[in-house]
């Protein structure tokens, strides 16, 4: 979940201007603790997913409630007060992060997290969130923190989500998969077709006719047979499959 959180916000822009990343390319990253003042990463502004603690449900314990802290930094050069780190100085772009103050990314972070409302691939519903207070830090810099804390309800195993809303139109199949290629373990769609009217059990149990990221492909959905679309992810970035998702109804079609 913590990776899931750190790719969220490192895709985050700002919505106005030139549309920049917030927080760049390194500007994000999971960390234990608070940071000091030799650990501190060198470009402003940046974010630290911190893992808190977390239990259990005791109703349902396949979901663990666990705990996050997010602290977000931002320092604005000539800024004797420290009042452009905290609201914001003179910004020649509105989207770019130069010159925006730690309120400003603060919102943008909001806004990333809150698009993880528990349908997306990551499984996971934001609970609550609160925000700490602007504090400075350093030696005769106005380098100013801000925490912002937030409970998810995860799934205590792995978890693959399969694409759903499978449907051929002249030849044409389409699935709906945003869910899962939002992930950031997501690596590729593979559609499978066998004899019969059961679905796949797995992208190896049957033929596979499509591999690839786009949700959309030419393929004769030929009678007889059922076709399965799967989504396949790992978590390292590399070319192999770590897993699959299940065929689930939605993410399958039966051809009379």
């Given at each position: 979940?913590?990776?899931?959180l750190k790719h969220e916000l490192e895709t985050v822009v700002w919505p106005t201007g030139s549309g920049d990343l917030v927080f760049g390319g390194r500007g994000v990253h999971v960390f ?213 998702s299940d065929p689930e109804v939605g993410s399958y079609v039966v051809v009379a």
């Amino acid at each position: 979940m913590a990776q899931q959180l750190k790719h969220e916000l490192e895709t985050v822009v700002w919505p106005t201007g030139s549309g920049d990343l917030v927080f760049g390319g390194r500007g994000v990253h999971v960390f234990a603790g608070t940071p000091n003042e030799d650990q501190i990463p060198p470009g402003f502004p940046w974010c630290l997913v911190g893992i808190d603690n977390g239990e259990a449900d005791v109703d349902s314990p396949e979901f663990i409630t666990q705990g996050y802290t997010l602290l977000i930094a931002a320092e604005v050069a000539g800024d004797p007060l420290g009042e452009f780190s905290i609201i914001g100085g003179s910004v020649a772009d509105l989207g770019k992060s130069v010159g925006r103050g730690v309120g400003e990314v603060a919102e943008r972070v909001r806004f990333a997290v809150g698009n993880l409302i528990g349908i997306d691939g990551a499984q996971i519903m934001v609970s609550a969130t609160s925000t700490g207070s602007p504090t400075p830090l350093g030696r005769g810099r106005h380098l100013v923190l801000d925490e912002m804390s937030l409970t998810a309800l995860c799934t205590s195993s792995l978890h693959y989500t399969a694409p759903q809303s499978l449907a051929v139109v002249s030849g044409t199949w389409t699935w709906l998969g945003p869910h899962c290629s939002d992930r950031f373990d997501f690596l590729q769609y593979r559609l499978v077709s066998k004899t019969g009217i059961v679905p796949s059990t797995d992208p190896t149990d049957g033929t596979v006719e499509y591999t690839g990221t786009a949700a959309t492909v030419d393929v004769v959905a030929a009678s007889g047979k059922t076709f399965t679309i799967f989504a396949d992810y790992n978590a390292r970035g590399g070319s192999s499959v770590d897993g699959s998702s299940d065929p689930e109804v939605g993410s399958y079609v039966v051809v009379a």
